[in-house]
Nanobody, 125 residues
């Protein structure tokens, strides 16, 4: 079992930055690939970014590429999402997620076994 707790959300103006954090309660965070998803009101949860067990291979949704950076620290059991140049359309509840590590990149919600409770990010124009 892996418990995930997000922090760092809040409100920011367009063009600003936020850094989301996700603390994982497991002895072996390196056994898991991790990801960030988001869900805007009235919309389905969508993939934002994922990272492999070692942190060497990040992968981004088109909407995040070039503005967001996913990273992790397996010693501290932490996952982060640095979000720069935020836009109003980035407003959503952001979730971190984890799955047992494998060689494939997974971008669907069904592919992840463990989820945080979510944290609100609001970007005003």
């Amino acid at each position: 079992q892996v418990q995930l707790v997000e922090s760092g959300g809040g409100s920011v103006q367009a063009g600003g930055s936020l850094r989301l954090a996700c603390a994982a309660s497991t002895r072996t965070f390196s056994d898991y690939a991790a990801a960030w998803f988001r869900q805007a009101p009235g919309k389905e949860r969508e993939f934002v970014a994922t990272i492999n067990w070692s942190g060497s291979y990040p992968f981004y949704a088109d909407s995040a590429r070039g503005r967001f950076t996913i990273s992790r620290d397996n010693i501290k059991n932490m996952l982060w999402l640095q979000m720069n140049n935020l836009r109003p359309e980035d407003t959503a509840v952001y979730f971190c997620a984890a799955r047992p590590s494998s060689s494939i990149v997974v971008v669907t919600t069904e592919g992840y076994d463990y989820w945080g409770q979510g944290i609100q990010v609001t970007v005003s124009s």
